[in-house]
């Protein structure tokens, strides 16, 4: 099963919430993604997030996908670590 969920950014995240978001991303089973603009970036992969989000400025949209049997419960998970960031849908 494949979800997702689309926001925009209010503020950069901090190296912390990036690293415990891929710690949390790394402990489902599922295939977690990150698509900003043209670049999308592996969510449990520490260096890649941390260089997508080089270039996010404040009000930039992105997508974040989970593919895999638990993908419903690490969106719902995943997404309560973001505080920096406004749902749209």
Same mark, same amino acid.
């Given at each position: ?5 689309? %926001?925009? +950014? &209010?503020?950069?995240?901090?190296? @912390?919430? +990036?690293? @415990? %978001?891929? #710690?949390?991303? @790394? ?6 993604? $990150?698509?900003? =603009? ?7 992969? &520490?260096?890649?997030?941390?260089? &997508? %989000?080089?270039? +996010? #400025?404040? =009000?930039?949209? *992105? $997508? *974040? ?10 969106? #719902? #998970? *995943? +997404?309560? *670590? ?6 749209? &849908?």
């Amino acid at each position: 099963m494949r979800k997702k969920r689309i %926001f925009s +950014v &209010l503020g950069k995240p901090s190296v @912390r919430e +990036v690293t @415990r %978001f891929v #710690e949390t991303a @790394r402990s489902f089973a599922s295939h977690i993604m $990150i698509c900003h =603009g043209k670049i999308t970036a592996n969510g449990k992969g &520490l260096l890649g997030l941390i260089s &997508l %989000f080089i270039g +996010v #400025e404040k =009000g930039d949209r *992105l $997508i *974040l996908t989970a593919a895999g049997p638990d993908a419903d419960r690490a969106l #719902e #998970e *995943l +997404v309560h *670590l973001f505080q920096w960031v406004h749902y749209d &849908l």
